[in-house]
C-alpha cells in the first residue's frame, strides 16, 4: 500500500508532534542510599529536596548504590516540596545463585568507599574490601575459604 494513498485515509503524524525529548521533559539520574526502597520512592515527601527540579512527564533513573536494584520511573505530579512517581520498571539485580552463607565470613555494602566487602564474623573487620557486587565478594569468598581449608589440610 502506498503511504501517500489518500482513499485509504492513512493517518499521518504532523511534523509539529515529534521533537527531541530534551525539549519536552529531562531524564534524571539518582543514586540511591543504602537503606532506601522502591517503596521509599512512591511517597511523594521523599523528592522534597529535589522537587523543584522536577516536572510531569521527566523521567528519573534510580539506581540502588549497592547495585542490589534499578528502578525507572516517570514524574506524574509535582509540587514545591513534594512529587509523584509512577514507577514502571523494577529489577532485582542480585544473583540469587550465589551464596555468600559462611560460618566464619559474611559479605556486606557498609560505604561507598568500601563497596562490597568480605568481614571476618567473630572481630567483624574487614577482610577484602571494594568489590563492585555482592556476587564477586561472595566468590572471592568462597575462594578465600576454600584455600583456608586446603593449607589447614595440608599442615
Given at each position: 500500500?502506498?503511504?501517500?494513498?489518500?482513499?485509504?485515509?492513512?493517518?499521518?503524524?504532523?511534523?509539529?508532534?515529534?521533537?527531541?525529548?530534551?525539549?519536552?521533559?529531562?531524564?534524571?539520574?539518582?543514586?540511591?542510599?543504602?537503606?532506601?526502597?522502591?517503596?521509599?520512592?512512591?511517597?511523594?515527601?521523599?523528592?522534597?529536596?529535589?522537587?523543584?527540579?522536577?516536572?510531569?512527564?521527566?523521567?528519573?533513573?534510580?539506581?540502588?548504590?549497592?547495585?542490589?536494584?534499578?528502578?525507572?520511573?516517570?514524574?506524574?505530579?509535582?509540587?514545591?516540596?513534594?512529587?509523584?512517581?509512577?514507577?514502571?520498571?523494577?529489577?532485582?539485580?542480585?544473583?540469587?545463585?550465589?551464596?555468600?552463607?559462611?560460618?566464619?565470613?559474611?559479605?556486606?555494602?557498609?560505604?561507598?568507599?568500601?563497596?562490597?566487602?568480605?568481614?571476618?564474623?567473630?572481630?567483624?573487620?574487614?577482610?577484602?574490601?571494594?568489590?563492585t557486587t555482592r556476587e564477586d565478594?561472595?566468590?572471592?569468598?568462597?575462594?578465600?575459604?576454600?584455600?583456608?581449608?586446603?593449607?589447614?589440610?595440608?599442615?
Amino acid at each position: 500500500m502506498d503511504p501517500l494513498d489518500k482513499k485509504n485515509k492513512v493517518k499521518r503524524l504532523p511534523v509539529a508532534n515529534m521533537r527531541l525529548q530534551e525539549t519536552d521533559y529531562t531524564c534524571w539520574h539518582v543514586t540511591l542510599p543504602l537503606g532506601v526502597t522502591v517503596d521509599d520512592l512512591v511517597v511523594p515527601t521523599f523528592w522534597a529536596h529535589v522537587a523543584r527540579h522536577l516536572k510531569p512527564l521527566s523521567e528519573i533513573r534510580a539506581d540502588a548504590i549497592d547495585g542490589s536494584f534499578i528502578t525507572r520511573m516517570y514524574v506524574t505530579q509535582v509540587g514545591d516540596t513534594w512529587a509523584k512517581v509512577h514507577v514502571w520498571l523494577n529489577t532485582d539485580m542480585r544473583d540469587a545463585s550465589v551464596s555468600d552463607d559462611d560460618p566464619n565470613f559474611y559479605v556486606e555494602f557498609p560505604n561507598a568507599t568500601d563497596r562490597w566487602c568480605v568481614r571476618r564474623k567473630t572481630d567483624k573487620s574487614i577482610v577484602k574490601s571494594g568489590f563492585t557486587t555482592r556476587e564477586d565478594a561472595a566468590t572471592w569468598m568462597q575462594g578465600h575459604v576454600a584455600a583456608n581449608a586446603t593449607e589447614e589440610a595440608a599442615a
